[in-house]
């Protein structure tokens, strides 16, 4: 006999959905191109906040949207393999998947903050690198998408076979946050405290994303400027404007040069 219980918590659906349309959105912009590409820009800085978000809310979320609830331990996924784990949230090879899904969009918005196309897109953050290095995580940028789309596809993929070969509706609870599941499995969570959502918790997460979003879009040009300091052994460093590098007879000298404020969505 199964029953019913609430398994994903409203933030956590949240995310899930927004960033799967925000993925999808980001990749259309970029292959439009144009006009759109300013929009892909926006919608990087967007999902950047969306992960900042996941990672703060795998720490004080709720029980089953905690990393330590599901990440796939060699002791988890071997009983996995074996038929003998028991659980209700993600299961090892999912957990798998999420991680894997989390790290290549980390490195998809990280790389395309420095991103520039040569032509009229630069990232929020390109006037803190050389040209050089925007061109390098340029590439990476373009190349780590085909990790993506595949880790996409095998997403998608999982979710049809266990919709027709284990007639299990992956769907359903992330759009309802409820999943039926044996009355014995039931009554053997219920033994342990669940923590749930709570108000303090999410406000946290969001102010925590939302700032790093703020910082990535060009808020971070609104703190004091930063002056890039090329010493006489070619090494750079960095230091708050108005600062007079070290070892200078007198200010006028050599007028430290201001870095250009990065471009802001």
């Known amino acids: 006999m199964k029953v019913t219980i609430h398994l994903w918590d409203l933030p956590h659906r949240l995310f899930h959905w927004l960033l799967a349309a925000s993925v999808a959105a980001a990749y259309a912009t970029a292959k439009v191109g144009g006009e759109w590409i300013d929009w892909h820009g926006r919608l990087g800085v967007f999902i950047l906040g969306l992960l900042v978000f996941r990672i703060v809310w795998g720490f004080i979320g709720s029980t089953h949207s905690r990393f330590a609830t599901f990440f796939p331990t060699f002791s988890r996924v071997k009983s ?9 949230g993600h299961n090892p090879l999912g957990a798998l998947s999420v991680i894997g899904l989390l790290l290549t969009l980390g490195v998809q918005v990280g790389t395309g903050l420095f991103a520039n196309d040569d032509i009229a897109f630069q990232g929020p953050l390109f006037n803190f690198v050389d040209k050089d290095d925007s061109d ?6 373009n190349s780590s998408i085909n990790v993506l789309l595949g880790l996409i596809a095998l997403h998608l993929v999982a979710i ?14 992330m759009l309802t946050g409820k999943k039926e599941i044996p009355r014995v ?6 033994a342990h405290e669940a923590t749930k959502a709570g108000v303090i ?4 997460s969001l102010i ?4 790093v979003a703020w910082g990535a879009a060009g808020g ?10 090329t010493n006489p052994c070619c090494s750079v460093t960095w230091a708050s404007a108005g600062t007079s590098q070290p070892n200078q007879a007198t200010p006028a000298a050599s007028q430290p040069q201001t870095a250009q404020a990065p471009a802001s969505f």
Do not use: C, D, M
């Open 136 to 141: 390098k995580l340029t590439g990476w940028h």
């Open 220 to 229: 971070i040009a609104q703190l004091p400027q930063l002056t890039k300091i």
């Open 201 to 204: 918790r999410f406000s946290l």
């Open 185 to 190: 499995l039931a009554e053997a969570i219920s």
């Open 208 to 211: 925590i994303s939302s700032t």
């Open 80 to 88: 996995y393999i074996k038929g003998q784990w028991e659980g209700i």
């Open 160 to 173: 049809v076979y266990y919709r027709v070969a284990k007639k299990t509706n992956l769907v359903k609870p």
